[in-house]
């Protein structure tokens, strides 16, 4: 039995913001990022609730990464405000916050569970439409994933031109990001026809929208597609659920600061020719996760022969694509030093073999595996 689950109401198009006059909010809290306010991005957004009438405040502290002591922060300011509307508006960061300042929020006081509205201005997390928090314990160099369905947002709305201001580099992460949920849900272990469709579609998009984005940000079609493909991407891993791509990329996150869409890039590669058992023939069965990537090699054209052959055409796909994107192909050009490195290889390794991303993967890695896959990251052995 499987099930597939999409709780969220989702708007798109640049009218989505009007949206939310067909909700009933009187009082809201709006959770944000310094950009999201000084580019004047959020008079979008506040424009509309003063139409509407609704008495908000803002609170908009939130940092990339966002850590524990932010979302303390927040939930003390929340409960002095009693908001009957939570409403994120800005990245992953700020969006994760208010996921989790919400939740405390609901767990603690909230009399009634206020509406939570998700407004995305990167496409990349899917956070709009999952039930995934991404905090980070500073003290400890960790990033927990906290996973619950009071997490979910009840709508999002998808306004693309909130994305036009978004710099090559973060385009190219965000992008990736997109790319990297929509592969791990198709080849999860908990994929179903549902997922897949999903995924299929947003994979389609990054390669055919991503590069014109990151040449032209200005080209409104091609970030709503990249917006629709990162919230579709979203509803794919929010019901098929991740991989080691992500568990390694949240413990390179914390450890070495490294933009969570690039971590996941770098390792994209790698991972895929381990899942498959490309490199050593192992005496693991990969026929599940190589029949996969096949498929996929086959809906993008490159299928072949075999199914080794299929998947490194995929993997040399994905490699084309990242270095359009001026993406490094090892953290070790992603200026990582050797001795830092070597500091939290083993440490990055077990992190990343207890993260909640584990056990969907469709090889069972152990430990050992994950610091070899490292070395490959690192050192970029060849494929
Ligand atoms: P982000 O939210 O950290 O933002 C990165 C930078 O881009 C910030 O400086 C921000 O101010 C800026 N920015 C945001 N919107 C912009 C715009 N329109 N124009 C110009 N600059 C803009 O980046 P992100 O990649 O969206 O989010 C990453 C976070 O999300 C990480 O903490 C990651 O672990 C988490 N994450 C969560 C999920 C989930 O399901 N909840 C999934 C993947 C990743």
Redesign the pocket.
């Known amino acids: 039995m499987s099930s597939f689950v999409v709780k969220t109401k989702v708007f798109s198009g640049v009218d989505a913001f009007h949206n939310l006059k067909n909700f009933d909010i009187k009082h809201a809290c709006i959770i944000t ?1 310094p ?2 306010i000084s ?1 004047g ?1 959020s008079k979008l957004l506040t424009d509309v609730l003063d139409e509407m009438g609704v008495e908000y405040r803002i609170f908009s502290d939130i940092v ?3 850590p524990i002591e932010v979302i303390v922060e927040g939930v003390g300011r929340i409960l002095d405000h009693q908001p009957d509307a939570v409403i994120a508006m ?7 916050s208010a996921k989790s300042i919400n939740y405390f929020y609901i767990r603690t006081k909230a009399e009634q569970k206020p509406l939570f509205v998700a407004i995305p ?2 496409s ?4 709009e439409v ?1 039930e ?3 905090i980070t314990d500073r003290q400890a160099n960790v ?1 927990y994933p906290l996973v619950n369905e009071l997490l979910l947002p009840d709508v999002a709305l998808l306004d693309p031109r ?2 036009l ?3 090559p580099t ?1 385009t190219a ?2 992008g990736m ?1 997109v790319l990297t949920h929509a592969i791990e849900a198709y080849v999860s272990l908990s994929a179903t026809d549902f997922s897949d469709t999903l995924a299929e579609k947003a994979i389609e998009i990054i390669f055919q929208y991503l590069p014109k984005a990151f040449d032209n940000g200005n080209d409104i079609v091609a970030r709503e597609k990249l917006h629709n493909a990162s919230c579709m991407a ?1 509803m794919a891993f929010n019901n098929a659920q991740l991989g080691i791509n992500h568990s390694i990329a ?1 413990a390179i ?1 914390a450890k070495m600061h490294v ?3 690039r971590a996941n890039a770098i390792i994209l590669p790698y991972v895929i020719a381990f899942n498959a058992g490309l490199r050593v023939i192992s005496q693991d069965d990969c026929s599940y996760a190589m029949e996969k990537y096949t498929a996929l090699a086959k809906m993008m054209h490159v299928g072949a022969g075999s199914g080794r052959q299929s998947v490194k055409n995929l993997i040399a796909r994905i490699e084309d694509l990242a270095r359009a994107l001026d993406i490094p192909t090892s953290l070790r050009a992603q200026g990582i030093s050797e001795e830092e490195y070597k500091k939290f290889r083993n440490e990055i390794a077990s992190t990343a073999m207890a993260d909640t991303c584990t056990p969907s993967n469709p090889r069972k890695p152990t430990t050992h595996q994950l610091r070899e896959l490292l070395d490959m990251c690192y050192y970029e052995t060849a494929l």
């Open positions: 990022d950009f999201v580019s991005m990339p990464d966002p800005g990245g992953g960061s700020a969006i994760d201005t990167t990349g997390t899917g956070s999952t995934f928090s991404v990033k909130l994305t201001s978004v710099p973060v992460d965000t990001d979203g949240h996150g933009p969570h869409g």
